[in-house]
């Protein structure tokens, strides 16, 4: 497809002005789009450098944002720290055996592959088990 006037400019990865970067290079450097509403021109592909009189239409092509417009991440709170540890722990932990695993367990099996076919599981892949606390009143 010819480039158009009307389409966003195009670069090669060697051409980028500064001030312009994908959204891998803002996450790199702690940033967040922010106001950036949308992207302002395109990395065109290894494919298309090539031909420049062609637009670039590959998936791998990557979209430019500007860096002036970008805003520090945000921090979750303890709270939401919690919640996402909660949520990551129901899908974790076989419900047969109740080991929480460093992945997220199959739903389809519905429990760890020790407790659905007897296959043993490398003890390094879960959490080592919490001991209860016994309490130990003084007589």
């Known amino acids: 497809m010819p480039r158009s006037d009307a389409a966003l400019p195009e670069f090669g990865r060697s051409t ?4 312009l970067v994908t959204r891998r290079q803002l996450r790199e450097m702690q940033l967040s789009p ?7 021109a395109i990395l065109r ?3 298309c450098a090539t031909r420049p009189q062609w637009s670039c239409r590959h998936p791998t092509r990557g979209f430019l944002l500007r860096v002036d417009l ?15 540890d909660q949520a990551m ?20 099996l519905g429990c760890c592959i020790e407790c659905f076919d007897g ?5 390094s892949s879960y959490y080592a088990p919490t001991t209860v606390a016994v309490h130990r009143l003084a007589a």
């Open 16 to 19: 980028v002005p500064e001030g």
């Open 34 to 40: 922010g106001r950036n509403e949308g992207p302002v």
């Open 45 to 47: 592909c290894r494919l």
């Open 70 to 84: 970008a805003v520090p991440k945000r921090t979750p709170t303890l709270a939401q720290e919690r919640a996402l």
């Open 89 to 108: 722990a129901a899908r974790q932990t076989c419900g047969d055996c109740g080991r929480r695993f460093y992945f997220c367990l199959s739903k389809k």
């Open 119 to 123: 296959t043993p599981v490398d003890p």
